[in-house]
């Protein structure tokens, strides 16, 4: 017989526990002090889940093929000095050609949008100027001139379909430039955003509504009534799809389609919020405000947890991938990094474009790019950490084929999830179903099979109380009404049971 052989780890396991820290979210609920038998089974099973899940996201980083890289300074240096000309130079020739700039003086300020998976460039002038190319190769997808303001851009599901905020209406326009769509419901809008799993397109404007409107099937689903004006900003959360709006009175409000009130009303500043952005993960947003303040917020808890000050109030925010904050204060651009974990005495990164206010700001995902739109055309920087290395190719491909991109299309349309299940708390929606063993027929019971239908507040202390007094009542009337009754016959003389001939055998009483 041969030997067994022995199971070989290709990773050692303290290398995984170090990583699983990264991946921990706190310590779990102490089971020793819970007396509740059905609550410690339940947390029990939750724990045992978290750390099965924790274990194989530590496995999986580890076998990445990819490691993000980031500026290192030496020793009485700061990355905050090193400019963009200075790495270019020290990069390599692909990675150069990604810094670049567009001079187009005559229809800014821009705004600039990168697709999902970072390889579609869409910038927007204010003065009607729209154009999408693959910013990497050069080559222009479509260009046209609106012949309106434009307030807002923002791509659809994929790289084929735009929308665009204009003065009156928003748009939708394909690939090639040609209008599809004029959203009558959508007046005056002034900031879009796009949820890309319930296939939303979500704006607001001068007139203070709210609408989700449906692009799969052209329906307008929801509009709700802020009540507080025209916001200054918009955003939504990537982990649940909550649209988040900063108001003139210095509050944000959380919105859900399915609610006509804000699901959450927070004061974040004390002055008009005039950007908003959320990271990935769903628990940290930073608000910018005209009192100079930049703050981060633990949307778990609702509770600030830093604040960074500036000299002049924010105009624009977006996070990367990797969790760097990037924020614009008129011509300037400054780039954070882990400003959600500590606070920084200096940021990371800082670029002035002379002459021009920034109006647009994004990052590029998979790539270490940071798109900036603004009055003079549209720069690209090079940050480095700031792109995912690795990517999901089933969820988002930079080298999809055409093939792929349609098969894409169709599966996003088919795992579709309905505007109904956008709530704050995503794990809540699958605690909501209770499994129950399916039994036939023949093998229950007769009690079993028996309908009970239970009114609400038939089983109520006060209702128990006063079908108890009444049985005692009418115990008592009956009592006296056979007293009353036996009287009433002695009194007219009537026997209490009618006499037969064999009554004289009774026994009669001395």
């Known amino acids: 017989m041969g030997r067994k052989r022995k199971k070989t780890n290709i990773i050692d396991a303290t290398e995984i526990k170090k990583v699983s820290k990264t991946f921990a979210r706190g310590e779990g609920p102490d089971l020793k002090t819970i007396q509740d038998k059905k609550l410690k089974r339940e947390l029990i099973v939750k724990e045992k889940q978290n750390a099965q899940a924790i274990r194989s996201a530590a496995f999986n980083q580890l076998l990445l093929p990819e490691e993000r890289g980031c500026l290192e300074a030496d020793e009485g240096e700061r990355t905050l000095k090193f400019k963009q000309t200075e790495i270019v130079k020290h990069v390599d020739v692909g990675s150069a050609r990604k810094h670049f700039s567009l001079n187009l003086p005559h229809h800014g300020p821009y705004r600039c949008a990168y697709s999902r998976n970072g390889r579609k460039l869409l910038i927007g002038g204010a003065k009607g100027h729209v154009a999408t190319f693959d910013w990497q190769t050069g080559q222009l997808?479509?260009?046209?001139?609106?012949?309106?303001?434009?307030?807002?851009?923002?791509?659809?599901?994929?790289?084929?379909?735009?929308?665009?905020?204009?003065?009156?209406?928003?748009?939708?326009?394909?690939?090639?430039?040609?209008?599809?769509?004029?959203?009558?419901?959508?007046?005056?809008?002034?900031?879009?955003?796009?949820?890309?799993?319930?296939?939303?397109?979500?704006?607001?404007?001068?007139?203070?509504?709210?609408?989700?409107?449906?692009?799969?099937?052209?329906?307008?689903?929801?509009?709700?009534?802020?009540?507080?004006?025209?916001?200054?900003?918009?955003?939504?959360?990537?982990?649940?799809?909550?649209?988040?709006?900063?108001?003139?009175?210095?509050?944000?409000?959380?919105?859900?389609?399915?609610?006509?009130?804000?699901?959450?009303?927070?004061?974040?500043?004390?002055?008009?919020?005039?950007?908003?952005?959320?990271?990935?993960?769903?628990?940290?947003?930073?608000?910018?405000?005209?009192?100079?303040?930049?703050?981060?917020?633990?949307?778990?808890?609702?509770?600030?947890?830093?604040?960074?000050?500036?000299?002049?109030?924010?105009?624009?925010?977006?996070?990367?991938?990797?969790?760097?904050?990037?924020?614009?204060?008129?011509?300037?651009?400054?780039?954070?990094?882990?400003?959600?974990?500590?606070?920084?005495?200096?940021?990371?990164?800082?670029?002035?474009?002379?002459?021009?206010?920034?109006?647009?700001?994004?990052?590029?995902?998979?790539?270490?790019?940071?798109?900036?739109?603004?009055?003079?055309?549209?720069?690209?920087?090079?940050?480095?950490?700031?792109?995912?290395?690795n990517y999901d190719a089933l969820e988002l491909n930079p080298f999809e084929s055409k093939r792929q991109k349609q098969e894409s299309e169709v599966k996003m349309l088919l795992y579709k999830i309905q505007p109904e299940l956008i709530t704050l708390d995503q794990g809540h929606i699958h605690q909501m179903k209770e499994e129950v063993e399916e039994k036939p027929l023949d093998s229950l019971d007769h009690k079993e099979l028996i309908l009970k239908f239970k009114m609400k507040g038939k089983n109520s202390a006060k209702r128990r109380f006063h079908r108890r007094e009444k049985?005692?009542?009418?115990?008592?009337?009956?009592?006296?009404?056979?007293?009353?009754?036996?009287?009433?016959?002695?009194?007219?003389g009537i026997p209490e049971e009618p006499r037969t001939i064999l009554d004289r055998f009774k026994y009669k009483e001395a």
């Open 141 to 389: 997808g479509c260009e046209f001139h609106a012949k309106e303001t434009i307030r807002d851009i923002v791509w659809l599901h994929n790289r084929d379909y735009i929308a665009v905020a204009q003065k009156k209406y928003a748009y939708i326009y394909d690939g090639q430039g040609t209008e599809l769509h004029r959203l009558k419901n959508h007046i005056n809008p002034v900031h879009l955003e796009y949820l890309p799993y319930h296939w939303l397109l979500v704006s607001t404007g001068a007139t203070g509504f709210l609408k989700y409107h449906d692009v799969s099937i052209g329906k307008l689903v929801v509009e709700l009534k802020t009540r507080l004006g025209q916001p200054h900003s918009m955003t939504h959360n990537p982990w649940n799809a909550v649209v988040h709006l900063g108001h003139s009175n210095g509050t944000v409000t959380m919105w859900s389609p399915s609610m006509k009130e804000p699901l959450v009303k927070m004061l974040c500043h004390h002055g008009p919020v005039t950007a908003l952005a959320v990271d990935r993960s769903g628990r940290h947003m930073v608000t910018c405000g005209l009192d100079k303040q930049m703050k981060v917020w633990d949307v778990r808890t609702y509770k600030e947890s830093l604040a960074y000050y500036s000299h002049r109030p924010g105009s624009n925010l977006a996070i990367s991938q990797t969790g760097l904050l990037a924020a614009t204060f008129g011509g300037q651009v400054q780039v954070w990094k882990d400003a959600f974990k500590t606070k920084q005495k200096a940021p990371y990164m800082t670029h002035l474009v002379e002459g021009a206010t920034i109006e647009g700001l994004d990052f590029a995902n998979f790539e270490d790019v940071l798109g900036l739109g603004h009055s003079k055309g549209f720069t690209s920087l090079l940050i480095p950490g700031a792109g995912e290395a």
């Open 471 to 492: 049985h005692i009542h009418d115990e008592k009337r009956q009592k006296v009404r056979a007293a009353l009754e036996k009287a009433k016959k002695e009194k007219e």
